[in-house]
């Protein structure tokens, strides 16, 4: 079973930047297509990124020109560029991988103050 961690969580201003993080322990990560998914409280899981795995993206359109999404495929990671944070960006950030079957990671709250 693949294991997930993120990272690079916190509190931040609005307009402001933090990068995520994901480790993996999946011995197959460069065929794998990777996510971001992110959580606010009371609502339900939403897509922000996937990049699969030939560096195709796509976006939600709430952060399209804001976030990045990445991979380094040597280092089994995968990340988040968030910059022009907004406090409806506030949630917690899980990190999702497909292939082997689908894992998810931990979760790393990220916090916007406006």
């Known amino acids: 079973q693949v294991q997930l961690v993120e990272s690079g969580g916190g509190l931040v201003q609005a307009g402001g930047s933090l990068r995520l993080s994901c480790a993996s322990s999946?011995?197959?990560?460069?065929?794998?297509?990777l996510g971001w998914f992110r959580q606010a409280p009371g609502k339900q899981r939403d897509l922000v990124a996937i990049?699969?795995?030939?560096?195709?993206?796509t976006y939600a359109e709430a952060v399209k020109g804001r976030f990045t999404i990445s991979r380094d495929n040597a280092k089994r990671m995968v990340y988040l560029q968030m910059n022009s944070l907004k406090p409806e960006d506030r949630a917690v950030y899980y990190c999702?991988?497909?292939?082997?079957?689908?894992?998810w990671g931990q979760g790393t709250q990220v916090t916007v103050s406006s």
């Open positions: 999702r991988q497909w292939g082997p079957g689908d894992s």
């Open positions: 999946g011995a197959i990560f460069a065929r794998s297509i």
């Open positions: 990049i699969t795995s030939t560096g195709g993206t």
